[in-house]
């Protein structure tokens, strides 16, 4: 059964640093291009940062570019989001899936930014 499960989120300052973590399971996770998405309160779900499967590849929103990191660590099956230079405008729920939004989504991990 496919299965991922985000964490490493919590309530840091404005201009701090978070690091995301994505444990997936039941897939091949090396053969997937990944991705992270948010949805902040009262907002749909958004793209931010995508990773191929070789991590050779990423690509970013313009908004995040430049603050945020994405990587990953096949032999672990586990996707990483280093987050700096938050903003509270970052407050969101974060997510982990494929490119193709085709696995069955995590809970999530909740970050909040205090300004």
């Known amino acids: 059964q496919m299965h991922l499960m985000e964490s490493g989120g919590g309530l840091v300052q404005f201009e701090g640093s978070l690091r995301l973590s994505c444990a997936a399971s039941g897939f091949p996770f090396s053969n997937r291009d990944m991705s992270w998405y948010r949805q902040a309160p009262g907002k749909e779900r958004e793209w931010i940062a995508s990773?191929?499967?070789?991590?050779?590849?990423?690509d970013y929103k313009k908004s995040v570019s430049g603050r945020f990191t994405i990587s990953r660590d096949n032999a672990l099956n586990t996707l990483y989001l280093q987050m700096s230079r938050l903003k509270p405008e970052d407050t969101a729920v974060y997510y982990c899936?494929?490119?193709?939004?085709?696995?069955?989504w995590g809970q999530g991990t909740q970050v909040v930014v205090s300004s």
């Open positions: 899936n494929d490119v193709l939004m085709s696995l069955n």
């Open positions: 990773i191929d499967q070789f991590n050779d590849r990423t």
